[in-house]
């Protein structure tokens, strides 16, 4: 089955600075992967997601690239602020595989 | 409701006890999932429906575990005779397709814990 790797478990940054979580995955059969925000006690809600063929995906402040031959993929943050205060996690799934393998998570403190 | 809603929030059970938690999905959704979020760690899959087939039961970790869906909507994870492994976030999700992964809308989960 798919194996998901996730780097750094924790990571605290400077208000405004950027924020680089990595993941690696197993299955090269893997061609949708999302990421997903969880705040303390709540639920985890998407927040970007990319799918195999294209290699980089932004919305706003949030990005996200695919380096496909690797088998990994990245979540960028810039011009962070406290509210991005929260567990990431990153997960794969393959084509007709309904399921997500999730990583086991960044705990991101933004400085203020 | 808005979202998916899934109830109690938070169970205690002394071990050898039975319990049911329960998730209404979002309203129309045909696939549910069901995942256990140990502390610190990542949601692990533990099963599938779409609709009120059960396709995929591969995660559950024991013969202890039963989920159902019998009408297609609301579904029950159900547990016997607990273990304090078994002490975990139990976090139901749906999704509106069903041939291919699109977006999960979670529940806030299901906080069980064993004595």
Known sequence: GENVEQHPSTLSVQEGDSAVIKCTYSD???????????????????????????????DQRIAVTLNKTAKHFSLHITETQPEDSAVYFCA?????????????????TVRA | GAGVSQSPRYKVAKRGQDVALRCDPISGHVSLFWYQQALGQGPEFLT????????????????????????GSVSTLKIQRTQQEDSA???????????????????????????
Not at chain 1, 33 to 44: D, N
Not at chain 2, 48 to 67: I, T, V, W
Not at chain 2, 90 to 108: I, K, M, N, W
């Open chain 2, 48 to 71: 599938y429906f779409q609709n009120e087939a059960q396709l995929d039961k591969s995660g559950l970790p024991s013969d202890r575990f039963f989920a159902e869906r019998p009408e």
């Open chain 2, 89 to 115: 976030v139990y976090l139901c999700a749906s999704s509106l397709l069903a041939s291919d992964t699109g977006e999960l809308f979670f529940g806030e989960g299901s906080r069980l814990t064993v004595l």
């Open chain 1, 28 to 58: 090269s059969a893997s061609n949708y992967f999302p990421w997903y925000k969880q705040e303390l006690g709540k639920r985890p809600q998407l927040i970007i997601d990319i799918r195999s063929n294209v290699g980089e995906k932004k």
């Open chain 1, 92 to 108: 794969a799934s393959a084509h007709n595989d309904y399921k997500l393998s999730f990583g086991a998570g960044t705990t991101v």
